[in-house]
């Protein structure tokens, strides 16, 4: 396998979130909402999971929109970093 191939198969986990935080200084929280079905009536409920990433920049304001990657652990809970602000808070 070449190393082409191999960057390939490890492409990093995406999410879109909302950021709902960025008083630390380079670390904003990100919610991240998903659909799942009720085990026992089917119908979909809405959850959301709470994330750490990593902003270089601090460019991130509160209601933007962004894309997070996986990456190496950061510290105790960060383990995500920014790679785009899809759209602004208006």
Known sequence: MSAQE???????RT???KVVSNK???TIAVVVER????Q???KYMRRTTKLLAHDESNEC????TVTIAEC???SRHKAWRVVEVVSRAG
């Open 6 to 12: 191999q960057a390939a198969s490890k492409a990093a």
């Open 15 to 17: 999410l879109t979130g």
């Open 24 to 26: 630390m200084n380079k």
């Open 35 to 38: 659909l799942t079905p009720h």
């Open 40 to 42: 026992e009536y089917g």
């Open 61 to 64: 304001r509160e209601g933007d």
């Open 72 to 74: 190496r652990p950061l």
